[in-house]
């Protein structure tokens, strides 16, 4: 079993910053990859970013590049969301998810999910 902890969403203002963790415990060391998804109200499931645990190889969507980052802190076991620039329609709820196959974009891969942090940006 891995355990997912999110935190860090908020209120912002649009044009602002946030960064999101995601505290993982428990069978971490078969875990191949973490990433991020949001979901907004109406809106299907959307990924954002996933990086590798051991290489530190990132994939982002294109919707996110250049305004999110992911990162990691295999220490502690932490994988963090930098969200630059943010916008209203970025307001959703994010969670983060384990995927134990590749570093991939497809939510059914991904096998444990965080209870997810809401993040709502004001215009």
């Known amino acids: 079993q891995v355990q997912l902890v999110e935190s860090g969403g908020g209120l912002v203002q649009a044009g602002g910053s946030l960064r999101l963790s995601c505290a993982s415990s428990g069978r971490t060391f078969s875990n191949y990859a973490m990433g991020w998804f949001r979901q907004a109200p109406g809106k299907e499931r959307e990924f954002l970013a996933a990086i590798s645990w051991r290489t530190g190889n990132t994939y982002y969507a294109d919707s996110v590049k250049g305004r999110f980052t992911i990162s990691r802190d295999n220490a502690k076991n932490t994988v963090y969301l930098q969200m630059n620039s943010l916008k209203p329609e970025d307001t959703a709820v994010y969670y983060c998810?384990?995927?134990?196959?590749?570093?991939?974009?497809?939510?059914?891969?991904?096998?444990?999910w965080g209870q997810g942090t809401q993040v709502t940006v004001s215009s």
């Open positions: 998810a384990v995927n134990r196959l590749r570093l991939g974009d497809d939510s059914s891969e991904y096998g444990y």
